[in-house]
């Protein structure tokens, strides 16, 4: 049993990550020949990066395998950063919101 909680415990990245706090809008893409006009939109706030991808604090719960056209905004600065990116994992939080680990694309 003490096999099984020290395996639970054990970091999965792959790799580092930093901090990184910055707003993020995503709108989730639909599928091909979905019957979806209205894009559906999501606000957060990062929580760090790395290569692979980040970790958002958002508005709602994303379905695993949802895929994410993101765009990171910086105080004080009218430019964005956009991005796609897919939603690998996704953990509720505190006050309704949802933790998401999404991967990078592109």
């Known amino acids: 049993m003490t096999d099984l909680i020290q395996l639970e415990k054990i970091d999965k990245r792959v790799f580092e990550r930093c901090s990184w706090v910055v707003e993020m ?12 006009e209205v894009p559906i939109v999501v606000l957060g706030v990062t929580q760090n990066i790395g290569k692979g991808g980040t970790s958002v604090l958002i508005d709602r719960v994303l379905p695993v395998n949802t895929v994410v056209h993101c765009e990171f905004t910086f105080p004080g600065n009218a430019a ?25 694309l592109v």
Do not use: D
């Open 25 to 36: 809008r995503g709108s989730i893409l639909s599928l091909i020949g979905s019957s979806e």
């Open 80 to 104: 964005t950063i956009p991005t796609l990116m897919q939603v690998r994992w996704a953990r509720r939080a505190e006050k309704g919101q949802c933790r998401l680990g999404l991967k990078f």
